[in-house]
Every structure is written in C-alpha cells, then in structure tokens.
C-alpha cells in the first residue's frame, strides 16, 4: 500500500511540475534532491483536476473531473463529480471506494 502511496504523490508532484514549466532539466540530481526536499516538508495538498483518458475500448478521449486531497501521513482523496460521482479515499493502510453511492 506504501508503494501505491508513494506512486501516486510522486506521479502528482510531477504532473503539476511539468504543467507549471515546461522547460528541459538541467541537472536531474538537483531536481530530484529538490522534490525530495519539498515533499519532505509538505503537509496537505488540495487542488481540482482534470484527467484526460485513452482507452483502446472507446474512440474519444474520456475526460473526468474532480477533487484532489492529500494530507500527510498517507492520506489521499479522490473525488470525481463529472462525468459521474467517485470517490477513492486512501487512509493509511485502508482503502475505500464509493461508485454512486455505494461502496465497492
């Protein structure tokens, strides 16, 4: 589940540094100490987001939308309103999900 975790909040970090600029990287190791440095020192994140999907099934691009939470110690929430209502909710070691509703 840490692994997830970990996953998750570097793929975050990064997605919203590489939006923010958009320039080659000059040193790897200096951003990398530097990340590593921010997210030592952060304690909660909130931000609303937009996903964009490729599927092999569909021929268009499947966009969600929604909430982003995070809060240091391992808690993570996902709240999707568009195009329907989900929610992944990450607490420590726990895992819930709720799909219209009701708990997967």
């Not at 909660?44 to 240091?72: A, C, M, N, P, R």
């Not at 990450?90 to 895992?95: M, P």
Request: with cysteine; hydrophobic share 40%; aromatic share 12%.
């Amino acid at each position: 589940m840490k692994t997830i975790f970990t996953s998750l909040f570097i793929s975050f970090l990064l997605s919203a540094t590489m939006q923010a600029q958009m320039r080659p990287l000059d040193n790897i190791n200096d951003f990398n100490q530097k990340l590593a440095t921010e997210a030592n020192t952060l304690q909660s994140i909130e931000s609303d987001f937009t996903q964009e999907k490729y599927l092999d099934v569909f021929d268009e691009k499947i966009i969600s939308e929604g909430h982003f939470y995070y809060k240091k110690e391992n808690k993570i929430c996902m709240e999707y309103s568009s195009p329907l209502n989900y929610l992944i909710v990450i607490n420590g070691g726990k895992l819930k999900i709720v799909s219209d509703g009701k708990k997967v």
